[in-house]
């Protein structure tokens, strides 16, 4: 089955710096690859996603890029700010409707 | 925001007991989930519906029974608690047409054993 795996477990920085989160997976037939971020005591909520037809994609401050070939893909936050502190987990899935298998997250922090 | 809710919110109880989670969706999707999210926060998936039948079953305990009366509730039942099973858990559902793939999330159970 697929395999996700996510790094760092933890991130800290300082308000207004730039986050990175890195995913790898291991099923060269995932096509799929959302990033739910998960504030403390609330619920998982998607952010971004990317499929596998598309190297990179934008939302604002939020960016997500996918390396077909070396299958990985990373988070990428501009400008963070302190409401950006959360739990950020990574997926990946082979056909609409299969299981999402997700990474195990990444506890960034914000610092102000 | 209750697209997808569940009840209760909180639930504690005795080691042995049997519970249940409810779970409501009214966005019309087809699909539903249940995973289990323990105190190191990774999620894992536990039972998939999709209009009813079930369509993944992941390695879990069957003192846990899912049931989907319809294809807008899924419900967790849990026979003989135990301690390990303390733990939140979130029900998800997604649509089969439209963008089939983005999953939302209830509010979450946490769970908690004595």
């Known amino acids: 089955g697929e395999n996700v795996e996510q790094h760092p477990s ?7 710096d730039s986050a990175v989160i890195k995913c790898t997976y291991s099923d060269s037939a995932s096509n799929y690859f959302p990033w739910y971020k998960q504030e403390l005591g609330k619920r998982p909520q998607l952010i971004i996603d990317i499929r596998s037809n598309v190297g990179e994609k934008k939302d604002q401050r939020i960016a997500v890029t996918l390396n077909k070939t070396a ?6 936050i501009t400008e963070t700010q302190p409401e950006d502190s959360a739990v950020y987990f990574c997926a990946a899935r082979k056909t609409s409707g299969s299981r999402l298998t997700f990474g195990e997250g990444t506890q960034l922090t914000v610092n102000p | 925001d209750t697209a997808v809710s569940q009840t209760p919110k909180y639930l504690v109880t005795q080691m042995g007991n049997d519970k249940s989670i409810k779970c409501e969706q009214n966005l019309g999707h087809d699909t539903m989930y249940w995973y289990k ?15 009813k ?9 069957n003192r846990f029974s899912p049931k989907s009366p319809d ?8 026979n003989s608690l135990e301690l390990g099973d303390s733990a939140v858990y979130f029900c998800a559902s997604s649509a ?3 963008r089939p793939d983005t999953q939302y999330f209830g509010p979450g159970t946490r769970l908690t054993v004595l």
């Open chain 1, 10 to 16: 933890t991130l800290s920085v300082q308000e207004g």
């Open chain 1, 71 to 76: 299958k990985h893909f990373s988070l990428h």
């Open chain 2, 37 to 51: 999210q323990d105190s190191k926060k990774f999620l894992k998936i536990m039972f998939s519906y999709n209009n």
């Open chain 2, 53 to 61: 039948e079930l369509i993944i079953n992941e390695t879990v305990p």
């Open chain 2, 71 to 78: 294809k807008a509730h899924l419900n967790l039942h849990i």
């Open chain 2, 96 to 98: 089969r047409q439209g």
